[in-house]
């Protein structure tokens, strides 16, 4: 496998199932990545370090997921100049609110850029996004990408075209 | 001016002083732009060829600013595969959460990377972040930001010491 | 059947438990409808067509089902002078609070009528209400729906002092 | 004047200027109104009388504004088969949520069309677009004046880029 | 039994199980109470009239117990000066807040006593307290009651500590 | 005057703005009162001494006022089996939401009456209600305010019109 | 077992699941605790002896549990000195929001030290902290729990790479 | 001035207004602390390296105050065992309720003692709550002012007393 492009970072193995999704999504776009365990608040320093050599490693853009008092991606982002991708995740009892505002609401200076609650799908595709300005391949997998995601939703509703007919003749 | 790499989009004119603020951070980060007025609902159209023709112009991001029920960026997105960023705005009663709620939840396949209510600053940082993995001396005026805003804020640090020091003695 | 007079649009068929109701209401009305799946963001060029086309092509109400940042009914509702209802729908993270306020807090000139959280049903009697100023016979046959409501509402009652009665005797 | 065929409903005489700005609209494009005060709790009755007679008056569509536990256009939406368009205002602590919940939170029989929190000017739009399934002129009306509003919009995006350069010169 | 002192109101018989704690809070204080279903919406002249005539039936307090967008217990308020209680239903996918701001935030004049979000124990509790004004007797039951509640709390203390030391020995 | 029969207590003398309007209520009406300021946490030997003797010096309804952690009439309600008001103040940064769900979420057992945020007038009205129902007097005192309530809003109707038709005629 | 330091409160036994894990975290650091039942409500005189006689007794740092209107910490901390931490439980339907405002927002002089909704965990962390200001074994204690912490989360980190490794030969 | 017990951080200078009623109750009970400005984001190493000698410094308990998604006081905890006071500021547009779950949703190992938005005076009297478990006197101080606390109260209520007694005369 080439040089990963791409650190996913997440704060507990808990938050694999949603994190998963962003690896999935860069295989499939054939972006190389690199994923791993890290916390803001109980690996600190590794935090810290992996942030701050990532550029020199080749990475081009982070993502992290974390939950709660939702606090990776801001120290990342911290650490770095590289782009941050932020995934609030649902844990706990507030829905993934409290982990959306701690991850969208960076002050001026500092930015992460924040997708949807549990959105590890949307991650990799605006990693891919990010990265296919200096790639134009990339660029027409993407064009690819929605194109493919355009005949299945037309799949859709031709079938659900047919389904009505037959429920109307039946 | 060279030609713009960063084109932002807002909604209204009663969003400039916003969005004004990413075309501000760019300047001093050197990086051209250009800015214009469209609306996802008022406009569909010209918002549509303005993404779709956005990549063969070279402008690699978009930063898209609307409030309310703010569909500008995920419109934008839907018809572009280059980064877009939203900046939800604060406009009508809910303080910019139904912008917020409106950008960030997008649905799998068409991300926005979202930044803070109100958050222009943070937009340009993004746009330059992601600008700086084709241009290593963005990087660099990145770094020279951060060590800018560092000092900026030791500065203040050490007039507060200052300060302290005379009201204790006072 | 009859050429349909309302057209139901959703963004996915994962929507279908929900949208299918507004079909269910309109049928019991004698009310043709037409139902398909289309999407503000994945197919932005087929819901723009379907929206643009809907009036000439004999439709009179669009109701568009969408969840998340559901931009689905606002972005029909920009191609169409029809009236537009929005049905928020329930997926993700928050409840769908997030499909309301994005579709319920448009902006001044294109608005979309909104009804609750997954409101299908009352998405195809307000389709109806919209209908009926021009059809006298379906305002009656609205009239004779509530009439049955409240005779279903009144056996309920009635059964319920009929379970009192017992209770206390027994 | 014409005889009115959209009537609309307000708890207090403090909501008359959101609710003056559904009149306005109407005015600009042509279409004949009345307005009143009434209350879903103060003056139950006269609310329930306006409402039930509404139809044979010979209004087409109700348009109800109330704050805070906004009941009004609920109670009038149970008097009448018409199509009921609710505004929920401002008033109070709670920035208009309370209304909004209020109104668009509608159990199944009974449908409010809610639009946005104060947005007495697209209740005045929705108005129009129900109106306009049965008198093609109005349907034109309204395309004249999202040609007008778009003619504004680039007007203003004409504006901008012309301020844009002469600062970029100055 | 005796001739019911509380009327229980509700919008639909799936409010049942919330709204049974009512009625046996009251029974087994020794109140008789009356229990009916009824909405304001689909039966607003049965409800209407229900209000208006409670008083001189007899009745002294009034529960209504309704959810989403509840406007049962204010249209009750509305038509009787009897304290009503209202108790805001989880229903829909609000988790109850539409219902809890529906209930409480009522506007001047037309005060609803509100109780938590399926609250249908406090509810009896609450109609009791207000009946208690005019019946020393039932003062006297609402007191051993609340004794009763603290000896089961203490018993269950006990339970603790014996656990705690046991666990502390094995 | 009259020994009072409602007991206003409020956390602190900024809470005096809205807990006066209880008082004047309560003056309109010709019902005796008498207010102080405590604090659950502040003063809670007051505030238990105040509730537990309530009853037998004369207090037929207690009305608590407090913001933020609301536990003014949550302790109040702890203390006596007479029916307690609590009105939630707006106070601090969250709109008196936090006051609201401090003070109407209590557990079973010890219920709070809640009126809405700063519904001080309304606590007042609900006071009536509750001792109207040992006072027929006092029921008759609140159909007249409702029916002067009900004049005043038809004259403000009235007025509306008048100034429509002049505004149509100039 | 040696005198207790901590005192764990809880408003019912249904907050033992979260509540254990005070204790738990206790144990595990060495730290003398003890547990009890009481009720802010429902036994006001207990609650208030506990805590007024807490530190006299030897507790150092109490710590309370409750959900819905959570008044248990704010009402133990008006009655001592002694640091107070309050664990909002998740209980009834608000997620456990209600319970975090009541025991946050507390008014200026009487604080409650909050951790997160459930966070019987964190609650225990945070007492063993406060206690370590007088006790130095207990902060080397804390660091070491600290220094497994990390280790556990390198060990899931390896175990991910190799996980991560196998798949891509795989 | 004695060695400072108490460090006091900030992420920026716009927090003083809040941070510094802090240090005011702190110097009201004789308590010595220090001030700094650091910020979780633009000075990570400083801010580190500042919780992390604060033990050794004498330091016994934190206080951060930041906003937005505020990581401040979750940063430092994450460096140090120390008891971390954090206290959530209002700033941007969502009434620090951002600020709130960033400071108060700590995931389970880092805990932070969470205090109202802008609490910054019970921050102060949290610390030293916390600092009096070792200092007898300090217990002493807390006491007195809670008695003096009282003692106002009492006076503001007695002139309450004899204004509403003028007024009744008058």
């Keep these: 496998m080439d040089k990963p492009l791409v650190g996913i970072l997440m704060g507990s193995d808990s938050d694999l199932p949603v994190m998963q999704k962003v690896a999935e999504v860069l295989t499939q776009l054939g972006i190389p990545w690199e994923m791993d365990i890290s916390s803001a608040h109980r690996l600190p320093e590794k935090t810290a370090d992996y942030a701050r050599t990532a550029r020199e490693r080749g990475i081009e853009v982070l993502v992290c997921g974390a939950g709660m008092a939702a606090h990776l991606a801001g120290v990342v982002a911290s650490h770095t100049t590289l782009p941050v991708i932020g995934v609030p995740l649902k ?6 609110l409290d ?42 997998s993407l064009v690819r990408f929605r194109e493919a995601t355009r005949k299945e939703l037309e799949a859709r509703s031709s079938e659900l075209q047919t389904e009505i007919r037959k429920n109307r003749q039946g």
């Design 91 to 96: 844990s706990g009892e507030l829905a993934g």
């Design 99 to 140: 982990a959306l505002y701690s991850t969208v609401q960076m002050p001026p200076g500092i930015p992460v850029a924040t997708v949807a609650i549990n959105g590890g799908k949307n991650a990799g595709y605006l990693a891919a996004s990010i990265l296919s300005i200096k790639r134009p391949e990339l660029a027409e």
